[in-house]
Structures are given as structure tokens and as C-alpha cells.
């Protein structure tokens, strides 16, 4: 079974990156299970960070694709325990003066935060890793969940190391 890797892809922050890093991906056949994007550490650079699915062969395949496009300045591949992953999700929850107060309790227990309270749903907030937010999700699905987004994964290298390092720039 295909193994999910996770890239970082530090780009140029130019109109229309996003958009070639993902439609290489589409045209190849690569699926890609998460994608996010934001500013790095100077202005003209942003972050992609993008979660794929496959073997060694096709993960070492994209890798060199996307090398290859103009405004990529780097791409490294994430090994699990070498670094920090985190991702966003947003949920709305059905509850009642009576589920209320132990969907809280269950809020409190994944550090997650209140963010919309109405007569009959609540949003809450909560930051972490994917099975983190997964578990979250299996406690709050008997309460009727009614909407959930979730912002896709973002990941940093441990320790001092950066990507790219000083050498690469």
C-alpha cells in the first residue's frame, strides 16, 4: 500500500505558483491529499507544504519534478519523525442545554477553543496532528456534526536546522 510523504516546497511568491505546483501534480496522475500555502521567512518566498500518496519510485519522481519548475527554491521531503506537523480545523457541532456542557468538557480535553456559541451549535477550534483532530471528531460525531474544515497539514524540520539552510541559499 502507497505510503503518504509529506513535501516542502519553498517557492518564490509569485502570482500563479500554486497553480503550477498543483496542475503538475494533476497532470502526472499524483493525487495529493493536502496542500497548503503561506508566507515564509521573507517577503518574496512562501511555504507550500503538500501531502501525497506513493511509493518510493513516485515520491523520488515528484520531487524532481517540481524541482524543475522556475520559481522553486527547494523541495525536501519530511521524514515523520524528524519533524513538526500541525493542521487547523473548524467544527460545528449540534448541541443542546443538555449536551452543552459535556461537549465542553470533551473541548477542554483536546485544548480545542470555543469560537461560536448558538442556541443550537457551537464552532469549535482546535490545532494538532491529524489523528489528534481525527480523535476529536470520533467524540463529537454522536452530539450531529454539522460542518467541518480543516486547513490541510503544515510541517517543520526539528531542531536547528532550516530549509533551505544557509548553504542552499
Known amino acids: 500500500m502507497p505510503t503518504s510523504y509529506v513535501f516542502s516546497i519553498l517557492v518564490q511568491n509569485n502570482s500563479g505558483v500554486l497553480g503550477r505546483i498543483s496542475s ?15 508566507d515564509a521567512e521573507k517577503p518574496e518566498l512562501s511555504r507550500v ?14 520531487k524532481k519534478q517540481v524541482s524543475k519548475l522556475v520559481e522553486v ?3 525536501t521531503i519530511f521524514e515523520d519523525d ?3 506537523y500541525r ?26 477553543h470555543i469560537v461560536d456559541v448558538a442556541p443550537s451549535s457551537l464552532v469549535l477550534e482546535v490545532t494538532g496532528d491529524s489523528k489528534k483532530l481525527s480523535a476529536l471528531i470520533g467524540m463529537l460525531e454522536p452530539f450531529g456534526i454539522m460542518e467541518i474544515v480543516r486547513t490541510g497539514l ?15 541559499e
Open 154 to 168: 503544515a510541517g517543520i524540520k526539528r531542531g536547528d536546522k532550516s530549509f533551505p539552510s544557509e548553504q542552499d
Open 24 to 38: 503538475l501534480f494533476s497532470r502526472r496522475g499524483y493525487s495529493i491529499e493536502s496542500l497548503s500555502s503561506g
Open 49 to 62: 507544504t503538500v501531502v501525497a500518496r506513493g511509493d518510493e519510485d513516485i515520491i523520488d519522481q515528484i
Open 87 to 112: 493542521e487547523l480545523m473548524l467544527i460545528k457541532v449540534k448541541t443542546t442545554r443538555s449536551t452543552r456542557a459535556e461537549i465542553m468538557e470533551i473541548t477542554d480535553i483536546f485544548r480545542a
Open 73 to 75: 527554491v527547494g523541495v
Open 82 to 84: 524528524k519533524a513538526v
